[in-house]
Nanobody, 117 residues
Framework: QVQLVESGGGLVQAGGSLRLSCAAS????????VSWYRQAPGKQRELVAT???????SYADSVKGRFAISRGDAKNTVYLQMNTLKPEDTAVYSC???????????WGQGTQVTVSS
């Protein structure tokens, strides 16, 4: 009932920036929690950033000060602004949605971010 589509990934040089988008459609409930995760080959998926209805945000220590998560105004979209990218940021980035009222979590298909030295 909820579909998430990530976009904005690509190949960038170290020090560059990308803005990822997570567009949600379907039966969006509020309040909710939207998170960005990433997973590199051979690594466990890790939580990158979270935004909660009401505006509270949190970040992994590894991206704090470089990444910013935000909500779009009217398009059920969550963004992840990624600055000062490092090669270790290379991963598939996926967004995750969960309504407070529901136990099910929804995932997008992921978007590849590759940061070259």
């Amino acid at each position: 009932q909820v579909q998430l589509v990530e976009s904005g990934g690509g190949l960038v040089q170290a020090g560059g920036s990308l803005r990822l988008s997570c567009a949600a459609s379907g039966n969006i409930s509020r309040p909710n929690v939207v998170s960005w995760y990433r997973q590199a080959p051979g690594k466990q998926r890790e939580l990158v950033a979270t935004i909660v209805s009401g505006g509270m945000r949190s970040y992994a220590d590894s991206v704090k000060g470089r990444f910013a998560i935000s909500r779009g105004d009217a398009k059920n979209t969550v963004y992840l602004q990624m600055n000062t990218l490092k090669p270790e940021d290379t991963a598939v980035y996926s967004c995750n949605y969960q309504a407070f009222s529901g136990a099910r979590v929804y995932w997008g298909q992921g978007t590849q971010v590759t940061v070259s030295s």
